[in-house]
């Protein structure tokens, strides 16, 4: 007898993604808001949302409201803070009620690029702080009630860079290195309490980044955008991790723009 394999979509009610202000992370929280009146089941969906910038959350949060066809099945929760601090993290975690997660979204990131010799440490460190320390500190509050409940998922916006070195980016491919390491580790050690980890790595993405040297963009050129992927196209990988089938666990996607495009 032919056994048909369980693609029965895991319900992640709630799910928890930083950066979500802008970019990547509001595209990752609009494509799940719109997908709410698809879900075959009754469960609600509650989105937590954090970033810097109030206003752009909201903005965020309105939109996602709107755009579900039954909002009554989505709750949108925001909470303005720093990735790189400890409190900040603490007190978003408070402000949205310490919630079990069932999807982690580690999405935060920036870029200070420029040769090696004239960044400033202080570069250096809002690089490491941001794009590493800020995983780490919000893994640190998702993962203890995953790894009670034996279930979750962790997705986490790396980039080619963490793949491939790249001059003028060292500081950015340095952390995105890092982070590599880190998710990969803990990738190892977190099946075996039945937590699924996995990274995107994408290429170039047209989203502001590009237009402010302190988000990623260049302080002295500006970069033509038009054959990046868009936020869209990663946020649509990153659901491909959040709703893959029970049986699966992807580990690595790379994404690089369609060239035909
Ligand atoms: N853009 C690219 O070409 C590209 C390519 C490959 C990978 N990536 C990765 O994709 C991810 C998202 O980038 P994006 O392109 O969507 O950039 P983006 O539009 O600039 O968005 C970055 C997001 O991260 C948040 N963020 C940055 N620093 C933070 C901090 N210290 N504390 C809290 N939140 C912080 C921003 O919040 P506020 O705006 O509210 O401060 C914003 O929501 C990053 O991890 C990046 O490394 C980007």
Not at 70 to 89: F, H, I, M, Q, Y
Not at 182 to 208: D, F, H, M, N, W
Not at 234 to 259: E, F, T, Y
């Amino acid at each position: 007898m032919t056994t048909v394999p369980s693609i029965v979509r895991p319900a992640a009610t709630r799910v928890l993604i930083t950066g979500a202000s802008s970019g990547v992370g509001a595209a990752v929280a609009r494509q799940l808001a719109a997908g709410v009146s698809q879900r075959e089941h009754s469960q609600k969906l509650h989105l937590y949302l954090c970033g810097r910038q109030k206003d752009n959350l909201s903005s965020v949060s309105e939109e996602c409201l709107r755009s579900a066809e039954n909002s009554k099945l989505l709750e949108v929760v925001t909470a303005v803070g720093d990735v790189r601090w400890p409190e900040d993290v603490d007190r978003m975690w408070e402000e949205f009620g310490a919630p079990p997660v069932d999807v982690l979204v580690a999405n935060a990131g920036i870029n200070r690029p420029g040769p090696l010799d004239q960044v400033l440490p202080q570069d250096y460190e809002d690089v490491m702080d941001t794009n590493v320390k800020g995983v780490f500190l919000w893994l640190q509050k998702a993962l203890p009630g995953m790894r009670s409940r034996q279930k979750g998922q962790i997705v986490v916006t790396n980039s080619v860079l963490g793949l491939k070195p790249k001059g003028g980016s060292s500081l950015y491919c340095a952390s995105k290195y890092a982070l590599d390491g880190l998710i990969g580790s803990l990738r190892e050690e977190a099946r075996e309490y039945g937590v699924k980890v996995g990274q995107v790595y994408p290429a170039g993405i047209a989203t502001p980044w590009w237009d402010d040297p302190t988000r990623g963009g260049s302080r002295t050129e500006s970069v033509a955008t038009s054959k990046f992927l868009s936020a869209d196209d990663v946020a649509a990988a990153i659901l491909m991790l959040i709703h893959q089938a029970h049986g699966s666990d992807i580990d690595k996607i790379v994404l690089q723009p369609n060239s035909k495009m």
